[in-house]
Every structure is written in C-alpha cells, then in structure tokens.
C-alpha cells in the first residue's frame, strides 16, 4: 500500500527557507501515470495547490508561488522535496505531500506536517 | 487564478441529502472532466472520495456522488450520517501552467 510521509522542521525564522522532503513507501516515484505534489493548509483556511512534479523532472507550480519554490525529485531514494524561499508568517501552514494523477486530483495523501514561521 | 467557489457551510439531519457546489470557469471545471472531492475531517489529511466528476475510489461509499452541469460541479450526499460531518473540498484539472484548483472549501453540520 502506497504510503508518503512528510519531514522537516516545523519551525522556520521569518526571510529564511522553508525545506521539506517527502519519502514515498511502497511503490515507485517512477510512475508514468502520476505527479507528485505539494498542497498546503493555513490555519481555519482552505487547501492550496503549491505544486507538482514529474519523475522526470517536469514542474509546475502556483502562479502565486512560482516565484519562491523549487520542487526536486530523487528518484533513487523514492523521495521529492520543496523548498520556499523568503518565508513570512503567511506561509505558516500544515503542509501535506500527495500522489496527484495527471488528469487531475490527488488520491494518496501524507498525513500533514505543521510548519510555523516566527523569529 | 481564483479559487473554485463553494458554499462556505451546509447542513442536514440524519438521512437527508445534501448538495454541495463548487463553482469554476471554462478554462476549469467546465473544460474538463476532471474535477475531483475530498473530505477532511478535523487534524486529517483529506481523503479522496470523488474523482473525474463521478467516478468513486475503492471503499467509498455509494452515498457520494458527483455530477457536473456546465462550470459547475456538484457533490451529493445521500443518506446523512453523523459521521460525514466534515469540510469538502473540490478541485479541477485547470488550463495553463498550473495544474489544480482548489475550492475554497465547504463545512457540512450534520444537525
């Protein structure tokens, strides 16, 4: 069964990078049929789509964000990564990592990684 | 790109139905049929339970449905239980270099 988990710290200082990595368990990255995405969650707030990868190396990010991510991917250790550069509190958010199927939807979810933005 | 639009709550007794809309453009919903639901329940991660408008994964429940009618997409919940008590949110495949849109989320109160 196809699992991801999300890691990193979940507390980063204001103007600082936000680094996040999420393991994928029990099958491949390598997948032709499938992106692998970053969504987030303010507090009391909605879902936002941040964006999603390739396994070979295609990216496509949130408008809004474009400007201050990266999405990498290590096919060889089954992991992806986000990094969001310039942090402010705005980006304090439960971070969720996700299988997302190429014509749209994610159907397999981590379960959340809460990352606050305070000095 | 704005978010799709839902209502922000809904409610129901026990054993009613419920609808739930989400709202986009043709450049989204109404381009494709590729809108998806999700229920999250409260400190969860959302659970997929609807996907390309109507199509339900393995293990949810035959009381989810979907539909679609021009830019608009529906979520129907038939039979109420407390447990569905929950936020729903929609999302669509979208045109462009983007490639999902959320809605902006609805909380359904199981009275």
């Known amino acids: 069964q196809l699992q991801l988990q999300e890691s990193g710290p979940g507390l980063v200082k204001p103007s600082e990078t936000l680094s996040l990595t999420c393991t994928v368990s029990?099958?491949?990255?390598?997948?032709?049929?499938?992106?692998w995405g970053w969504i987030r969650q303010p507090p009391g707030k909605g879902l936002e789509w941040i964006g999603s990868?390739?396994?070979?190396?295609?990216?496509y990010y949130n408008p809004s964000l474009k400007s201050r991510i990266t999405i990498s991917i290590a096919t060889s250790k089954n992991q992806f990564s986000l990094e969001l550069t310039s942090v402010t509190a705005a980006d304090t958010a439960v971070y969720y990592c996700?299988?997302?199927?190429?014509?749209?939807?994610?159907?397999?979810w981590g379960k959340g990684t809460t990352v606050t933005v305070s000095s | 790109q704005s978010a799709l639009t839902q209502p922000a709550s809904v409610s129901g007794s026990p054993g009613q139905s419920i609808t739930i809309s989400c709202t986009g453009t043709?450049?989204?919903?109404?381009?494709?049929?590729?809108v998806s639901w999700y229920q999250q329940h409260p400190g969860k991660a959302p659970k997929l339970i609807i996907s390309?408008?109507?199509n339900r994964p393995s293990g949810v429940s035959n009381r989810f449905s979907g539909s679609k009618s021009g830019n608009t997409a529906s979520l129907t919940i038939s039979g109420l239980q407390p447990e569905d008590e929950a936020d729903y949110y929609c999302?669509?495949?979208?045109?462009?270099?983007?490639?999902?849109?959320f809605g902006g989320g609805t909380k359904l109160t199981v009275l």
């Open positions: 999302s669509s495949y979208t045109s462009g270099s983007s490639l999902e849109i």
């Open positions: 996700a299988r997302h199927r190429r014509l749209g939807g994610m159907d397999v």
């Open positions: 390309d408008v109507i």
């Open positions: 029990g099958g491949s990255i390598s997948s032709t049929n499938y992106y």
């Open positions: 990868m390739f396994y070979t190396g295609n990216t």
């Open positions: 043709s450049g989204d919903v109404g381009g494709y049929d590729y």
